[in-house]
């Protein structure tokens, strides 16, 4: 079974939701939709209080580079433009629609049927992408139309999917594979196109075998699609581990894939490819997990961006008594929601919901020097020897022990038989380094 | 015996020889160096704070002397005194600073705020402030972690276990600034010490609209203006919902304290309220 070269750990699978299919999840009355909801520069905004816009309707504008379009995800008065919490309790701008009914914008296709031409050319298909403002829905939330601009020097030669899904609870796409793999195939082909490439490799884990069966059934019908079960092992899915499972080439440290001719998308993201180019759908909802062993009703929805989380829980029976904490997306690399108010994003896969016992940290004690983060780290770091330096602020030290390399996968924090808070440190350097960067390009 | 006087014979030959190259080498390889340097570290305070913008005390003396010039050097330990005395060994002027003091702006804290969320996660305030506002809900606020009192170098600041907010100890604060850097908020601030060590200052530096921060914070500003109109020298500011008193131009008379609704404008080392009360009267 192929896997990546070195570290990893099993964590408990508890994919609870593996049978539930995914259900549309009714819109809000009012949706609190970001304007920018990707990584980059910061999307402008062309629409105004008191404008009544159309689910589909462009209200952000990319004028730069790295940067995403945003559009409505519903039909209503947009009620103000103000800032408003997102889930880690800070401000970010937001436009607040009432929502009235779901009138779709004309051109945009919302009939089942499924639609197996591609009709556009490479360019046109990248220039779609980036007019429906899709995003990596693997977390990062790195505008995809950038992947597909090959820069000079480079050519590419797989188009690699992650349909891994590593972390445990998440269901997600495990259930967007199950029920609309053809989908996501015809937008596998489309990537492919745009791209230029011959072979497209998916890896699955092999703890889904109906996928794995569906999606191979399947890709029979299209040429160059490779369905590649990979062992079950976090973090599988992370990028330049999952390039080494299927094509056995590392990336050098801080280089992008397309370095060793690989270029990574979510199967999620190719879902939202397909909708936006054969059927004109931006990128306006998307599927998440609801989760936690001790949640009433466990669900896999497809929810409108900017539903507030709280409507969320409280439709399926609300906040157990015992929680801990809710986490945006997996237990291993998802953050705590200190604001429950706050709306989905783009990229939210999950809210899972941990009871006290299960949330709460291991108790912090002296490093026992046993190694085991060396071991089990994917990227071959120290991460403790980084963790010492950033709890002394070396962060000239850290960045030359490869602190920049770290996936933030959260293995290390998982294994740590002491509590040492490994990856917090690592995080902490990381953000401390960049800054450094950025002061040095300014110099 | 011959052994005895020969052994003595080779040492005091083998000794004077190295001696002899040890001057040589000593003249060749001489560092010629300012003894202003040394004279001046040792009128430093050897603290090492790095209060002065330098690295260490040593550091700031050869500034001195490379330069020849005291232009907006300050030892925020020595003081005035210090930098007189400098001046005085080197000839030059001293550019006279008022002390300074940390001072603490926000006043949210356990008492003040509804904690909403319970923070786990590192007892790091650099970490902290990367993911989350604040338990609060105030993102601005002290995260009363205690990053400031770890990087005190005199022992003057710490976080009171009831309010779980940083207190300076006046006694010990130097005003070196290392609390300022290290603060992820921006929440402290170097202020002159000002006459017998009284002080007004708004606590706070929220900058969201009243409405917003009045929800989090008992004790937020809520950039309502009323203290801008009431201070008769025009030393307050109020810019992103925030007002900000320049203690250049304030002449401490408290007016501002007195119709700030929420109580934000602290004024510190002000006899108790009975004489003020005697005045109003």
Not at chain 1, 10 to 19: F, Q, S, Y
Not at chain 1, 314 to 331: M, N, R
Not at chain 1, 337 to 353: F, M
Not at chain 2, 97 to 122: L, S
Request: overall charge neutral; some cysteine.
């Amino acid at each position: 079974m192929k896997t990546f070269r070195r570290g990893g750990a099993h964590p408990e699978e508890n994919k609870l939701t593996n049978d539930c299919s995914i259900e549309v999840f009714p819109l809000p009355k009012q949706g609190v939709v970001f304007v920018s909801q990707h990584l980059g520069a910061p999307a402008t905004l062309i629409v105004q209080k008191g404008d009544r816009v159309k689910t589909g309707q462009l209200i952000a504008k990319a004028e730069q580079f790295i940067c995403a379009n945003t559009h409505s995800p519903y039909t209503g008065i947009i009620s103000k433009i103000d800032f408003a919490t997102d889930f880690t309790g800070y401000k970010k701008q937001a436009v607040f629609i009432e929502v009235e009914e779901d009138e779709w914008m004309e051109g945009i296709d919302t009939s089942p049927d499924i639609i197996r031409d591609i009709k556009l050319d490479s360019k046109e298909i990248i220039e779609k992408i980036k007019e429906m403002g899709i995003v990596g829905l693997g977390g990062a939330a790195f505008p995809t139309h950038i992947k597909y601009m090959v820069p000079q020097g480079r050519t590419a030669e797989f188009l690699i999917i992650n349909a891994a899904e590593c972390e445990p609870y998440l269901t997600s796409d495990y259930r967007l594979m199950s029920e609309s793999a053809e989908e996501s195939l015809i937008g596998i082909q489309i990537m492919k196109k745009a791209l230029g490439v011959e072979k497209a490799l998916v890896g699955i884990e092999e703890n889904k075998p109906v996928a794995i069966h569906r999606m191979t059934e399947l890709a029979k019908n299209f040429t160059g699609i490779e369905i590649v079960p990979l062992k079950t092992k976090y973090p599988q899915g992370a990028e330049k581990q999952l390039i080494y499972a299927l094509t056995k080439r590392e990336v050098p440290s801080g280089k992008l894939p397309i370095e060793v001719g690989c270029v990574v998308n979510n199967i999620g993201t190719a879902e939202a490819i397909y909708h936006a180019v054969q059927k004109n759908k931006p990128l306006i909802e998307n599927v998440l997990t609801l989760t936690g062993k001790s949640v009433k009703e466990r669900k896999n929805l497809l929810v409108r961006v900017g539903t507030p989380m709280q409507s969320i829980i409280d439709a399926f029976g609300g906040l157990p008594e015992d929680t801990g904490k809710v986490v945006s997306g997996g237990p291993m690399m998802g953050k705590a929601i200190s604001d429950l108010s706050a709306p989905t994003v783009k990229t939210t896969s999950a809210i899972l919901v941990m009871s006290n016992k299960e949330s709460s940290r291991k108790e912090e004690t002296n490093c026992l020097r046993c190694g085991k983060c060396i071991t089990v780290c994917p990227m071959g770091l120290e991460p403790i020897l980084i963790a010492q330096l950033a709890e002394n602020r070396l962060w000239e030290e850290t960045e030359k022990e490869f602190a920049m390399d770290c996936i933030e996968c959260g293995t290390c924090l998982y294994t740590c038989p002491a509590g040492r808070p490994l990856l917090d440190m690592l995080r902490l350097s990381k953000n401390n380094i960049s800054e450094l960067r950025r002061k040095r390009t300014q110099k | 015996m011959s052994t005895i006087i020969f052994s003595i014979l080779v040492l005091v030959l083998t000794a004077t020889l190295a001696a002899i190259i040890l001057y040589f080498v000593a003249q060749k390889f001489k560092v010629i160096e300012d003894p202003r340097i040394d004279t001046l570290t040792d009128m430093l305070p050897g603290a090492n704070c790095g209060g002065c913008g330098y690295a260490g005390c040593r550091s700031m003396a050869e500034t001195i002397v490379r330069n020849n010039s005291l232009e907006g050097m300050k030892c925020p330990v020595g003081g005035n005194k210090v930098m007189e005395d400098i001046a005085v060994l080197m000839g030059l002027e001293a550019s006279e600073a008022a002390p300074q003091i940390a001072v603490i702006r926000c006043n949210g804290g356990k008492i003040n705020t509804t904690p909403k969320i319970k923070y786990e996660g590192v007892q790091d305030c650099l970490y902290a402030h990367l993911n989350m506002a604040s338990e609060g809900g105030c993102p601005n606020s002290c995260l009363g972690l205690g990053n400031c009192e770890a990087v005190c170098p005199f022992d003057a600041i710490h976080i009171d276990p009831i309010t779980l907010l940083p207190v300076v100890d006046e006694e010990k604060c130097v005003a070196c600034g290392a609390c300022v850097k290290e603060c992820p908020r921006k929440i402290i601030e170097l202020r002159n010490k000002g006459i017998k060590n009284r002080r007004v200052f708004v606590s706070c530096v929220n900058t969201e609209k009243g409405v917003v921060s009045k929800k989090n914070c008992n004790v937020s500003c809520i950039g309502c203006g009323l203290c801008v109109k009431a201070c008769p020298f025009e030393a307050i500011t109020l810019t992103n919902n925030l007002a900000y008193i320049d203690y250049n131009k304030c002449k401490l008379c408290r007016k501002c304290v007195e119709v700030c609704p929420t109580g934000a404008i602290h004024e510190i080392n002000f006899p108790p309220k009975k004489e003020k009360a005697s005045v109003e009267a």
